[in-house]
C-alpha cells in the first residue's frame, strides 16, 4: 500500500480541516421542532414513557396504534431527539444483535429467528415512514462492509459463509470489485449487503414518530425529567421534574442516561461515540470517489469507522475511537475531543487521499448505551408494571422498534414469540462498580487495539472475555 499522503498525518493540516466545524450534530443543525411543553399539573395515564428517543417514541406509537383508548404520556427529561437518536450515523440496519457475528456467539440456535425478526422489523420501519409520512430520507441503500487489512478480509470470508448457512445474500466482493463501487486504495476487498441496512435522517426519523404519536392522541412532553419511581398500589407513581405522573405501565428508554430503575443502572455504561461531517463535495469529488450506490459502509476491524452520503451530498465519518471516562462521565464537555477528531479526520484522508483539502463542518460525540453483550435486553420491576429497555450498543436506530415492542409485550403479559427469545429472558452480565469498571474497561480497549495491531489475533484478557461472554464495544 502506498504510504498516506501528507494531508492525512500532519497535525497542523488536520487542524486547519476542523477549524470552524460546528460542535452540533450535523442532523440537529437546522430547523428543530417548537418545544413541548411539561405537563401542567399532575397526570394520570394508562402508560408512561420515559425518554424521548427513538426507543420511548417507537414504544409511544406502537402503544397507540396498536391500542387507541390507552392513554399515554411520553415525559423526554431534556428536548426530543437531542441524545444518541439526533447524533448517531443513521444507519437503520435489520440486526438486531449488534451483528451477525455476536449473535451468532451468543444466541446460535436463536440466529434464523432473530434475522427473521430483523428483517420484519425493518419491513415494519419502512411501513410506519410511508404510512405516517414521515420525511426522514429512508433509502434502503445497503451496506458495504469493507476490509483494509488481510486478516480483515479472512473474517469477511468465514462471515458470508456463515450468513450464507443462514440464508443470507450477501455478495462478496474482491478489491477491484469493490473499488469500482467506492474509490478507495485502502480497500482489499468486501461484502456487500442489498437489503439489510437503510440509511435515514434520525432525528427526523424521532421527530416523525412523535408527530405520528400526537396524532393518535399521545401526549408528550420535554422538560420533564423523572426523577424518582416508586409502586403505588395497582400504579406506578413517577415523581418529574414537572409534577407527579401515575401510570398503570412503564416503559422506561433512558439509554445511557442513570437509569430512574436503580437496579437497571450497572448493566449499561456510557461509551462515547465521535462523528464527523464534511462540507458539500463538489462534483468532482465525487466524481472521484464513484460511491453511486450511495451504501453505508462500515470497516471491519474491532475499532471499526462507519461512513455514509448525507442527502446534500456530505461524508459523515464516525467511529473508531469509543471513549469511556471515569464515573460513567456524561458531562457535555465530552462532546468534543480534538485528538480524536484529528484522528478521525486523518483516517478519512488516508481511505479516500483524493478528497485531500476537504473541511469539515460538524464535529460530536454523543454517549452510547454500551452493555456487555452489545444488544438491548429488558428488565422487569414493580410487579411487572415497569420494564426498562436499553443496552442497544450502537446499533440501535433500526433495534429500537423491536426493543419497544417486546418492553410492551411484557407489559401486558403477553407471551410471544418475541418473549420467549433466550434474548429477552435473560440479562447481560452487569460491569462492574467503580474503580474496577474503569479499570477493566480501559484494559479490555488496550487489548482490542493491540488485537487489531496484531493481525486480529485476540490477547489472554479478550479470549477470556470471549469466554464469559463479556464484551465491550459502541
Ligand atoms: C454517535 C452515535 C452514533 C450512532 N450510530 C448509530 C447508527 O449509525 N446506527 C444505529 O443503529 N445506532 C447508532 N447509534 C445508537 C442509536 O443512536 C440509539 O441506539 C438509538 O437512537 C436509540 O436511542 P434511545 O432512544 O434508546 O436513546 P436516546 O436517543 O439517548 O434517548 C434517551 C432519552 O431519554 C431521556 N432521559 C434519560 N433519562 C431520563 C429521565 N430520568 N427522565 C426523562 N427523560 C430521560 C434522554 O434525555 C434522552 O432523550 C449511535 C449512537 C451514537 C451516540
Redesign the pocket.
Known amino acids: 500500500m502506498n504510504p498516506p499522503p501528507q494531508a492525512a498525518s500532519d497535525p497542523d493540516l488536520l487542524d486547519a480541516a476542523l477549524e470552524g466545524a460546528r460542535a452540533v450534530p450535523y442532523w440537529l443543525d437546522g430547523a428543530t421542532p417548537e418545544p413541548l411543553p411539561p405537563p401542567d399539573g399532575d397526570l394520570v395515564v394508562d402508560l408512561a414513557v420515559?425518554?424521548?428517543?427513538?426507543?420511548?417514541?417507537w414504544a409511544a406509537l406502537l402503544a397507540a396504534e396498536a391500542e387507541p383508548d390507552r392513554s399515554v404520556a411520553v415525559?423526554?427529561?431534556?428536548?426530543?431527539?437531542?441524545?444518541?437518536?439526533?447524533?448517531?450515523?443513521?444507519?437503520?440496519?435489520s440486526s438486531l444483535t449488534h451483528g451477525l457475528a455476536n449473535g451468532l456467539a451468543r444466541w446460535p440456535e436463536e440466529m434464523p429467528t432473530l434475522l427473521r425478526m430483523g428483517e420484519e422489523n425493518l419491513d415494519a420501519i419502512e411501513d410506519t415512514v410511508r404510512r405516517h409520512g414521515i420525511d426522514c430520507g429512508f433509502t434502503r441503500a445497503g451496506e458495504l462492509t469493507v476490509a483494509v487489512t488481510p486478516w480483515q478480509m479472512a473474517d469477511l470470508v468465514e462471515q458470508n459463509h456463515a450468513a450464507a448457512d443462514l440464508g443470507a445474500r450477501d455478495e462478496l466482493l474482491d478489491a477491484v470489485q469493490l473499488r469500482a463501487l467506492l474509490a478507495s486504495p485502502t480497500y482489499l476487498g468486501g461484502l456487500r449487503s442489498v437489503t439489510g441496512t437503510a440509511l435515514v435522517d434520525?432525528a427526523r426519523l424521532?421527530w416523525g414518530l412523535a408527530d405520528a404519536a400526537r396524532g393518535l392522541g399521545v401526549a408528550v412532553h420535554e422538560g420533564?425529567?423523572?426523577?424518582g419511581l416508586a409502586d403505588d398500589d395497582r400504579r406506578v407513581r413517577l415523581d418529574?421534574t414537572a409534577g407527579r405522573v401515575r401510570a398503570r405501565r412503564v416503559v422506561l428508554?433512558?439509554?445511557?442516561?442513570?437509569?430512574?430503575l436503580r437496579r437497571a443502572r450497572p448493566f449499561v455504561v456510557p461509551v462515547?461515540?465521535?462523528?464527523l461531517v464534511t462540507e458539500p463535495l463538489t462534483e468532482q469529488q465525487r466524481a472521484g470517489l464513484g460511491w453511486a450506490g450511495g451504501e453505508?459502509v462500515s470497516d471491519a476491524g474491532n475499532q471499526f469507522h462507519?461512513y455514509r452520503l448525507t442527502g446534500d451530498g456530505r461524508i459523515l465519518w464516525?467511529?473508531y475511537d469509543a471513549l469511556y471516562y471515569f464515573g460513567s462521565d456524561l458531562s457535555a464537555r465530552r462532546v468534543r475531543r480534538a485528538a480524536t477528531e484529528r484522528m478521525l479526520a486523518g483516517h478519512l484522508l488516508e481511505t479516500f487521499p483524493q478528497l485531500s483539502g476537504i473541511r469539515f463542518s460538524h464535529a460530536?460525540?454523543?454517549?452510547?448505551?454500551t452493555c456487555t453483550r452489545f444488544s438491548a435486553f429488558w428488565l422487569s420491576a414493580l410487579g411487572g408494571k415497569a420494564v426498562a429497555?436499553?443496552g442497544?450498543?450502537?446499533?440501535?436506530?433500526?433495534?429500537?422498534r423491536f426493543?419497544a415492542q417486546v418492553a410492551l409485550d411484557l407489559l401486558d403479559g403477553r407471551s410471544t414469540a418475541r418473549t420467549e427469545l433466550a434474548m429477552v429472558r435473560r440479562p447481560p452480565t452487569p460491569f462492574p462498580p467503580e474503580p474496577l469498571r474503569w479499570a477493566a474497561i480501559q484494559a479490555t480497549r488496550r487489548a482490542i487495539a493491540a488485537a487489531d495491531r496484531n493481525g486480529g489475533r485476540r490477547g489472554l484478557w479478550l479470549r477470556t472475555l470471549d469466554r464469559l461472554g463479556l464484551g465491550y464495544d459502541?
Open positions: 420515559v425518554g424521548g428517543g427513538l426507543t420511548g417514541l415525559l423526554e427529561g431534556a428536548r426530543l431527539a437531542w441524545a444518541a437518536s439526533g447524533r448517531n450515523g443513521g444507519f437503520c440496519s434520525p424521532t420533564t425529567r423523572v426523577t418529574t428508554a433512558t439509554s445511557a442516561f442513570p437509569s430512574p462515547w461515540d465521535h462523528v453505508g462507519y464516525g467511529g460530536w460525540a454523543g454517549a452510547i448505551d429497555v436499553q442497544f450498543t450502537g446499533l440501535g436506530v433500526g433495534a429500537s426493543g459502541s
